[in-house]
């Protein structure tokens, strides 16, 4: 826990909850999967646990916000308006925070940039691009 500076990551985006709070945890939350071994050094490095317990995402970390929505933007700075899709690509800046919670200490995985490199738009039913003409 020695190096809590900011890491930014190349990442495949799943499960994004950017403006509406995941149902079971109560917050807003994105996976952050197939980070690099380069990524995963710099997170692990800042006491970041790295998850590799699912083969379809790889090497992931989970961000997640109590109180702000995750604000994502384009890569024009424009900002993202639309549900993002598993599968679309982003540079995540990570901002890891220590806690501390009845006892138990950790460190936590915070957002501070989401930029969408290969958006995805998330459909209902499935993305847009599956969708029928």
Do not use: H, R
Request: charged share 25%.
């Amino acid at each position: 826990m020695s190096n809590l500076k900011p890491v930014v990551v190349k990442a495949d985006v799943m499960w994004a909850f950017l403006d509406t709070p995941n149902k079971k945890s109560k917050k807003y939350q994105v996976d952050l999967c197939n980070l690099s071994d380069q990524a995963v050094s710099a997170l692990k490095d800042s006491g970041v646990k790295v998850k590799n317990d699912k083969p379809e995402k790889g090497a992931y970390i989970t961000a997640k916000s109590s109180k702000y929505p995750i604000k994502a933007e384009l890569e024009d700075g424009s900002p993202v308006e639309c549900k993002v899709s598993n599968g679309s690509k982003a540079i995540a800046t990570i901002k890891p925070y220590t806690w501390n919670w009845d006892g138990d200490t950790g460190v936590g995985v915070g957002i501070n940039k989401l930029v969408i490199t290969d958006l995805i738009e998330y459909v209902e039913g499935g993305s847009a691009a599956e969708q029928p003409l």
